[in-house]
């Protein structure tokens, strides 16, 4: 019997209303986010947790052909209970999960110890393998049973902490079933799966046209003194804009289940937040740290993409320019990457088609920094320090990787392989004088170096790199990857 049928006899007990509204479940019952096919995160705690009546006591094993494990717990007088089990590695072993109490039993089969990855954002992270590029091919060739997917499925804003996850079950990859899962998300753990050859766990809770607010938990607002005005508008109740709903709603009833980490495409609803989503991300990082029990949680964002909105074509930028420049100095939080996609916009369409690049590059960050992979670089070119030398700045990156190039990405939805233009010249710096007036600048590769100048500039005093909403960088490293664009200014 399917998870999902186990769950129907209880289905008037899902939608419990909140964490600070306990309610005693006379039936044994375990989260929503238990059952077939699921991938259990390895080298961590196993927490398994659920509800049944007041008092009594709750037996878990854990049950492979070779081995058994039993963790027991006690229900509260909420009814509420959690057990734990000892991390376990990942060995391709299929297990069983058996919860029973009393005369009540649970079971689901088909389990497997791997690595789960939490895949979240607003609509370009929600964006369905169906919407994104090459849609039919991708699909028929969608057969990988190793990649298990759970996808929250409703958009739902709450007042209050759920307690449990909507209702859904984990679904192997194939063409049946990845047309209606995140493109992002799909094509992070294809490349995943198939240069680790394990078992991988997506889950999806996306919720489209949010802001990063209603996603944080308040606790990771209280742990950023730079905002220390929203947790004040949040304890007096004025708090505008949903704050902290999303996450009460889609991502509370989650918690605390193990995962190795979160992917996260968001930042067109704060594009006017500027550098403040510096430490809004901050907060969001934060925050999941805590409620998922885990200070080390790995956490790789998108930084946004070059789209035509608000583009002001001026060499002081503009328009999305200070979000992304957010974006790259939340890099400053241990533990996190950011897939740079400044190469693969478009002009008129805020979702982007090619989503195949963007779920490799996020990939590329967890195998090197999740997976010790050292035959690729993590991600392109990161601004670093820059020196000013008379009448010409030097920029040194971090992530050079190969060496640096001139390069460009083309084809449909920019899906062909970088190749280089060596004749060509570096697009999109521009240099500030000593007056703060702004002014394009000629760039040129020196070893692992960018030198600037403009001749209308004596004494440079900053440099930007592609600080506008659309603008059409070709500087890479010649692993292939663009780097991010910049602003030196404080």
């Given at each position: 019997?399917?998870?999902?049928?186990?769950?129907?006899?209880?289905?008037?007990?899902?939608?419990?209303?909140?964490?600070?509204?306990?309610?005693?479940?006379?039936?044994?019952?375990?989260?929503n986010l238990f059952g077939d096919h699921m991938v259990l995160q390895q080298n961590q705690p196993i927490r398994v947790w659920g509800w049944a009546?007041?008092?009594?006591?709750?037996?878990?094993?854990?049950?492979?052909?070779?081995?058994?494990?039993?963790?027991?717990?006690?229900?509260?007088?909420?009814?509420?209970?959690?057990?734990?089990?000892?991390?376990?590695?990942?060995?391709?072993?299929?297990?069983?999960?058996?919860?029973?109490?009393?005369?009540?039993?649970?079971?689901?089969?088909?389990?497997?110890?791997?690595?789960?990855?939490?895949?979240?954002?607003?609509?370009?992270?929600?964006?369905?393998?169906?919407?994104?590029?090459?849609?039919?091919?991708?699909?028929?060739?969608?057969?990988?049973?190793?990649?298990?997917?759970?996808?929250?499925?409703?958009?739902?804003?709450?007042?209050?902490?759920?307690?449990?996850?909507?209702?859904?079950?984990?679904?192997?990859?194939?063409?049946?079933?990845?047309?209606?899962?995140?493109?992002?998300?799909?094509?992070?753990?294809?490349?995943?799966?198939?240069?680790?050859?394990?078992?991988?766990?997506?889950?999806?809770?996306?919720?489209?046209?949010?802001?990063?607010?209603?996603?944080?938990?308040?606790?990771?607002?209280?742990?950023?003194?730079?905002?220390?005005?929203?947790?004040?508008?949040?304890?007096?109740?004025?708090?505008?804009?949903?704050?902290?709903?999303?996450?009460?709603?889609?991502?509370?009833?989650?918690?605390?289940?193990?995962?190795?980490?979160?992917?996260?495409?968001?930042?067109?609803?704060?594009?006017?937040?500027?550098?403040?989503?510096?430490?809004?991300?901050?907060?969001?990082?934060?925050?999941?740290?805590?409620?998922?029990?885990?200070?080390?949680?790995?956490?790789?964002?998108?930084?946004?993409?070059?789209?035509?909105?608000?583009?002001?074509?001026?060499?002081?930028?503009?328009?999305?320019?200070?979000?992304?420049?957010?974006?790259?100095?939340?890099?400053?939080?241990?533990?996190?990457?950011?897939?740079?996609?400044?190469?693969?916009?478009?002009?008129?369409?805020?979702?982007?088609?090619?989503?195949?690049?963007?779920?490799?590059?996020?990939?590329?960050?967890?195998?090197?920094?999740?997976?010790?992979?050292?035959?690729?670089?993590?991600?392109?070119?990161?601004?670093?320090?820059?020196?000013?030398?008379?009448?010409?700045?030097?920029?040194?990156?971090?992530?050079?990787?190969?060496?640096?190039?001139?390069?460009?990405?083309?084809?449909?939805?920019?899906?062909?392989?970088?190749?280089?233009?060596?004749?060509?010249?570096?697009?999109?710096?521009?240099?500030?004088?000593?007056?703060?007036?702004?002014?394009?600048?000629?760039?040129?590769?020196?070893?692992?170096?960018?030198?600037?100048?403009?001749?209308?500039?004596?004494?440079?005093?900053?440099?930007?790199?592609?600080?506008?909403?659309?603008?059409?960088?070709?500087?890479?490293n010649r692993n292939g990857l663009p780097a991010s664009p910049f602003s030196t200014t404080d």
């Amino acid at each position: 019997m399917s998870s999902l049928l186990i769950r129907t006899a209880f289905i008037y007990a899902v939608f419990v209303s909140s964490l600070c509204a306990p309610q005693a479940h006379a039936e044994l019952r375990v989260a929503n986010l238990f059952g077939d096919h699921m991938v259990l995160q390895q080298n961590q705690p196993i927490r398994v947790w659920g509800w049944a009546e007041p008092g009594s006591k709750v037996t878990v094993d854990l049950t492979s052909s070779d081995d058994e494990s039993t963790a027991t717990a006690n229900v509260n007088q909420d009814g509420k209970w959690l057990t734990e089990f000892k991390p376990r590695k990942a060995e391709g072993k299929k297990l069983s999960l058996s919860i029973h109490s009393g005369n009540e039993r649970i079971k689901f089969d088909d389990i497997l110890m791997g690595e789960v990855w939490i895949c979240s954002g607003q609509s370009n992270m929600e964006w369905r393998v169906t919407q994104a590029a090459n849609p039919q091919e991708e699909i028929s060739k969608a057969n990988h049973p190793m990649i298990r997917f759970y996808d929250v499925p409703k958009h739902v804003k709450q007042n209050k902490p759920q307690e449990d996850a909507q209702e859904n079950e984990w679904k192997l990859c194939s063409p049946e079933t990845i047309g209606g899962f995140s493109a992002v998300g799909y094509y992070f753990g294809r490349r995943l799966q198939q240069e680790l050859d394990l078992p991988i766990g997506l889950i999806g809770t996306n919720c489209g046209g949010q802001r990063i607010e209603p996603f944080t938990p308040p606790t990771g607002f209280e742990q950023v003194p730079e905002l220390a005005d929203y947790v004040k508008d949040l304890e007096s109740g004025k708090f505008k804009g949903g704050a902290t709903q999303i996450y009460n709603g889609m991502v509370a009833g989650l918690t605390p289940f193990s995962v190795q980490g979160a992917i996260w495409y968001q930042g067109e609803s704060n594009a006017g937040d500027g550098l403040r989503y510096n430490f809004l991300k901050e907060a969001l990082v934060k925050g999941w740290r805590s409620v998922f029990k885990n200070e080390n949680l790995s956490f790789y964002w998108v930084q946004l993409a070059d789209f035509g909105r608000g583009h002001t074509g001026q060499p002081a930028g503009g328009g999305w320019g200070p979000v992304r420049e957010g974006q790259r100095r939340a890099l400053r939080i241990p533990n996190t990457g950011m897939a740079v996609i400044i190469d693969i916009g478009a002009e008129k369409d805020i979702h982007p088609k090619n989503k195949q690049d963007v779920g490799g590059r996020l990939a590329q960050l967890a195998l090197v920094k999740n997976y010790g992979r050292e035959n690729m670089e993590a991600c392109g070119p990161l601004y670093r320090s820059h020196q000013i030398d008379g009448n010409q700045i030097r920029i040194q990156f971090d992530h050079v990787g190969k060496g640096l190039m001139v390069a460009e990405k083309g084809g449909p939805h920019f899906m062909d392989p970088v190749h280089p233009t060596p004749n060509n010249t570096l697009t999109e710096f521009s240099i500030q004088d000593a007056e703060g007036n702004w002014h394009w600048a000629k760039a040129k590769i020196d070893g692992d170096s960018v030198v600037v100048t403009s001749d209308a500039v004596s004494e440079p005093k900053n440099v930007r790199f592609a600080y506008d909403s659309y603008p059409k960088i070709n500087l890479y490293n010649r692993n292939g990857l663009p780097a991010s664009p910049f602003s030196t200014t404080d």
